[in-house]
């Protein structure tokens, strides 16, 4: 009997050890794991935050970026940049290589007028370096003096135009054939002088504009020398309207050698030609070398410019 409470006694208190070994773990863990937030925030010093004044302008929304074109551009692989070919050094172009429109470049002038024919008696050169020899142009009357058909017309109307503003302008010299100019002009000075005489102050036979048929002198009643006077100014500034140019003009003798003796010799070359001569102050021989470079001969250009 007291064997059996003794183990009984035994069994109680195992148990009695066991409740409290149990009790002494696991709550105390549970309970420090939650205190542990509440240490913190009571020691924890709180900052507050700073407060943000509004602005009195409103915040710029950031761009919106398109997605879309973006991912297109991303996606798409670059192109290699193709170097670019050297470009050859342009060809020095001899003066007879050029086009008209180079060569008036060349010369510092506008480009020239289209449907220039050459190969007409209104561009017939004759003078000190470019023979015509014999020529027969078609006879007419212009301005009362033989002219070429081609130039008569025109120089009627030169004239009476002349008239009309009131200046007593009148023709005295046209067409002269080669034994005219033989006969009348050239041997004359020769039998005075010598021929090297007779070649400075007149024209050989073939050499004459006046053998052209498509010019003419005149005068200002009996002055064949008005220069400075209002009628050559006049006759200066119109003749291009009526196909005219002033034959010689002064101060470029390089181009035509020797000019003729009357100054008032005006030549038709047809408008667009007279205007285009006119206006830029060349003479007849530049003019058509525009055209064709081997078209006349004129003494250090054709050489020294080929």
Request: net charge negative.
């Amino acid at each position: 009997m007291k064997r059996a409470l003794q183990l009984i006694v035994s069994f109680l208190l195992a148990i009695l050890a066991l409740i409290l070994a149990v009790s002494s773990c696991a709550p105390q863990s549970a309970l420090g794991q939650q205190a542990a937030p509440t240490e913190a925030l009571e020691t924890a010093e709180v900052t507050p935050e700073p407060t943000v004044e509004p602005s009195a302008e409103p915040a710029e929304e950031p761009p919106v970026e398109d997605t879309e074109a973006a991912s297109v551009e991303t996606d798409a692989p670059a192109e290699p940049s193709a170097e670019p070919e050297p470009t050859a050094a342009p060809a020095t172009l001899s003066m007879a290589e050029m086009t008209p429109a180079e060569r008036a470049a060349f010369w510092g002038l506008p480009e020239p007028p289209e449907g220039i024919d050459l190969d007409t008696r209104e561009f017939l050169i004759a003078n000190s370096y470019n023979n015509i020899t014999k020529t027969r142009p078609s006879h007419a009357y212009g301005a009362g003096v033989t002219v070429d058909i081609c130039a008569a017309e025109a120089f009627n109307k030169f004239v009476e135009a002349a008239r009309a503003a009131g200046y007593d302008i009148t023709a005295f010299l046209g067409y002269l054939d080669w034994w005219t100019v033989l006969e009348n002009y050239y041997e004359p000075q020769i039998f005075a002088h010598n021929a090297v005489y007779a070649a400075s102050v007149t024209f050989v036979p073939g050499c004459n504009d006046h053998q052209t048929a498509t010019c003419v002198d005149l005068r200002l009643g009996k002055e064949e020398d008005f220069r400075g006077t209002e009628a050559w100014d006049w006759l200066i500034e119109h003749c291009a309207d009526y196909g005219m140019i002033l034959r010689y003009p002064e101060g470029q003798s390089g181009w035509y050698g020797y000019a003729c003796m009357h100054p008032a010799h005006f030549r038709y070359v047809g408008v667009d030609a007279a205007k285009y001569i006119m206006e830029n102050n060349i003479t007849l021989e530049q003019f058509v070398l525009l055209y064709d470079w081997e078209f006349i001969y004129v003494p250090g250009l054709n050489d020294a410019m080929p």
